[in-house]
T-cell receptor, first 112, second 113 residues
Framework: DVKVTQSSRYLVKRTGEKVFLECVQD?????MFWYRQDPGLGLRLIYF???????EKGDIPEGYSVSREKKERFSLILESASTNQTSMYLCASNRDRGYEQYFGPGTRLTVT | QKEVEQDPGPLSVPEGAIVSLNCTYSNSAFQYFMWYRQYSRKGPELLMYTYSSGNKEDGRFTAQVDKSSKYISLFIRDSQPSDSATYLC?????????????FGKGTLLTVNP
């Protein structure tokens, strides 16, 4: 069974803090993705990675960075959290040449 | 024109009703079509996946793609309260970078017992 896990379900951070969101998949998938989901805006792609240490910007990369040191793990980093980064963050993965993506349970981040 | 349009609802139906959820799209290059179900405060779960035009059935769920009209549908027969969720359509083109899924914004469905 496909499994994507995220390190926290709920997180509360203060403005200016550095925030790490972790995602792990156990399907040996090549591709991993970070999205944020906001009411009225839907799902928006922040970054994705198609291989270890490889990454590409999505539609809204500003204010975020990512790290992929191991195939199964993809981290999203908020260098200096701001209130407009309060959102639901979703990690997903898929295999190379696959189209359907499999999502984790999400991390609801609140920045105060 | 947005690439994918999906009526946000909300849609409220009685238990046992047939539900029709729809998306329209503008990019004729889209070939792969997916439906996701997302329960409140959870991640999206892949429900159905189809390639090109035609129908695909899985239990009470039927996915339909009409590429000539750029229109996709998800039908739910004998709807249950447990079907209450937000339904997202997603699609992508074939070939090239297989990373870019384009999502609809989701339709909120409530099935009342």
């Amino acid at each position: 069974d496909v499994k994507v896990t995220q390190s926290s379900r709920y997180l509360v951070k203060r403005t200016g803090e550095k925030v790490f969101l972790e995602c792990v998949q156990d399907m040996d998938h090549e591709n991993m993705f970070w999205y944020r989901q906001d009411p009225g805006l839907g799902l928006r792609l922040i970054y994705f990675s198609y291989d270890v240490k490889m990454k590409e910007k999505g539609d809204i990369p500003e204010g975020y960075s990512v790290s992929r040191e191991k195939k199964e793990r993809f981290s999203l980093i908020l260098e200096s959290a701001s209130t407009n980064q309060t959102s639901m963050y979703l990690c997903a993965s898929n295999r190379d040449r696959g189209y359907e993506q499999y999502f984790g349970p999400g991390t609801r981040l609140t920045v105060t | 024109q947005k690439e994918v349009e999906q009526d946000p609802g909300p849609l409220s139906v009685p238990e046992g009703a047939i539900v029709s959820l729809n998306c329209t799209y503008s990019n004729s290059a889209f070939q792969y079509f997916m439906w996701y179900r997302q329960y409140s405060r959870k991640g999206p779960e892949l429900l159905m996946y189809t390639y090109s035009s035609g129908n695909k059935e899985d239990g009470r769920f039927t996915a339909q793609v009409d590429k000539s009209s750029k229109y996709i549908s998800l039908f739910i027969r004998d709807s249950q309260p447990s079907d209450s969720a937000t339904y997202l359509c997603a699609m992508t083109r074939s070939g090239g970078s297989n990373y870019k899924l384009t999502f609809g914004k989701g339709t909120l469905l409530t099935v009342n017992p």
